[in-house]
């Protein structure tokens, strides 16, 4: 599903059973249109990143903290991008304004229920697996008990709550799960901190 990015490809977006063959495909049709300087940006990251990340796992018990090399890159080439106007001169696709603040509290829109309802079951599925997958994981390694009711309703009022402020639909992020872990957080001020950097970018930084 990444590819298209990587190499610069204009494809549509497919959905539904085997969506990843369609991608897969329809990259390959097209890929004499790859964008050659996306596809060096990209390669460029993926390098970078997987360096950082076989560096940080010979050497963690001599670094302080892991390398945070995925926010590097996103800095680093951030700049670069605006720099050399990669979206003016080379025609690499880039996030472009993002849009600081929240926005207004609205009640969802019933009429889209019967439209959404398949889609939202899946989705309900999917993200109670991997986030009680997860929990289980990390219970097993640190030897505590999870209770799957107690995921499924936190889930559920975070999603509940989030859908009055046009949120998108919340589980676990399993990256930043495991990064967290790996440096050392064990309680839920983990997770505040994470957080209130996040909230700092909606409002602030973004």
């Known amino acids: 599903s990444q590819l298209k990015y990587l190499f610069g490809v204009k494809t549509r977006r497919y959905s539904g059973p085997l969506a990843?063959?369609?991608s897969l495909v329809s990259v390959l049709s097209n890929i004499t249109m790859t964008n050659v300087t996306a596809l060096i940006i990209g390669l460029i990251c993926v390098v970078l990143l997987l360096g950082a990340k076989?560096?940080?796992d010979r050497f963690k018990k001599k670094l302080p903290v892991p390398i945070p090399m995925e926010i590097i890159v996103v800095i680093i080439s951030t700049g670069i991008s605006a720099g050399l106007k990669f979206k003016e001169s080379y025609?690499?696709?880039v996030v472009g304004n993002i849009p600081i603040g929240f926005r207004s509290p609205a009640f969802p829109d019933l009429s889209l229920f019967s439209a959404v309802f398949v889609d939202a079951l899946a989705i309900a599925?999917?993200?109670f697996s991997m986030t009680i997958s997860m929990a289980k994981i990390f219970a097993l390694k640190h030897g505590y008990a999870v209770s799957g009711n107690q995921e499924l309703?936190?889930?559920g009022m975070c999603n509940f709550i989030g859908s009055f402020f046009h949120t998108?639909?919340?589980?676990?992020?399993?990256s930043r799960s495991l990064v967290q872990e790996s440096t050392g957080g064990n309680t839920q001020i983990a997770g505040l901190l994470s957080s209130f950097m996040v909230l700092l970018v909606i409002l602030v930084i973004g």
């Open 20 to 22: 990843v063959i369609y």
């Open 54 to 56: 076989e560096i940080n």
């Open 125 to 127: 599925i999917v993200g």
């Open 91 to 93: 025609d690499v696709d």
């Open 153 to 155: 309703i936190a889930l």
């Open 168 to 174: 998108f639909a919340v589980t676990c992020s399993m």
